[in-house]
């Protein structure tokens, strides 16, 4: 059974601070990490993707993976209100991708 | 930007009553997906379709669902008997173009199935 976790939060953080989410994986065979930002009634939108171990920045967003420990994480620094939303974890291939249940971010302003 | 679309944004039918949800995947993409998400639950898997035939499906993909890419842009997911239980949201997505050196998928805005 391919399982992703996260927290479910939610975690709050105030403007300008770093949020940092994350979550764990069980299936070793998973070749791609993506992070997916989800408003409440809408659809889930692609924010980063990572494939291989370390860092990868863009903009704001920094997703970090470790194979070795079935880890990945997202890291939004100065947090805005607008970034408010769940965040969803998924991981797997090109024929399917398993999500975790999110992350609730509340960014204080 | 080029997006995924779909239709109906909401479908109420009643139980047991056939359904087609209609999705127009992003024009150079060749994998098309469909997930669905109950209600406060998490997004699950349903089904990918890569040169015109199932690449994967999951569990919850059984004999009550069928996908079709009927023309050149359309790509449908049919519930042949419909169950209190589809009440969900419904996503379509697409990925990977010919360079074949990604994977990321790009969802649709859903539609909302109701089954009463």
């Known amino acids: 059974q391919k399982e992703v976790e996260q927290n479910s939060g939610p975690l709050s953080v105030p403007e300008g601070a770093i949020a940092s989410l994350n979550c764990t994986y069980s299936?070793?065979?998973?070749?791609?990490f993506f992070w997916y930002r989800q408003y409440s009634g809408k659809s889930p939108e692609l924010i980063m993707f990572?494939?291989?171990?370390g860092d990868k920045e863009d903009g704001r967003f920094t997703a970090q993976l470790n194979k070795a420990s079935q880890y990945v994480s997202l890291l939004i620094r100065d947090s805005q209100p607008s970034d408010s939303a769940t965040y969803l974890c998924?991981?797997?291939?090109?024929?399917?991708?398993?999500f975790g249940s999110g992350t609730r971010l509340q960014v204080q302003p | 930007e080029p997006e995924v679309t779909q239709t109906p944004s909401h479908q109420v039918t009643q139980m047991g009553q056939e359904v087609i949800l209609r999705c127009v995947p992003i024009?150079?993409?060749?994998?098309f997906y469909w997930y669905r998400q109950i209600l406060g639950q998490k997004v699950e898997f349903l089904v990918s379709f890569y040169n015109n035939e199932i690449s994967e499906k999951s569990e919850i993909f059984d004999d009550q669902f069928s996908v079709e890419r009927p023309d050149g842009s359309n790509f449908t997911l049919k519930i042949r008997s419909t169950k209190l239980e589809d009440s969900a949201m419904y996503f379509c997505?697409?990925?990977?173009?010919?360079?074949?050196?990604?994977?990321?998928?790009?969802f649709g805005p859903g539609t909302r199935l109701t089954v009463t």
């Open positions: 024009s150079n993409h060749l994998y």
């Open positions: 997505a697409s990925g990977e173009t010919l360079a074949g050196d990604s994977y990321e998928q790009y």
């Open positions: 990572i494939y291989s171990n």
């Open positions: 299936d070793r065979g998973s070749q791609s």
């Open positions: 998924a991981a797997g291939g090109r024929r399917a991708l398993t």
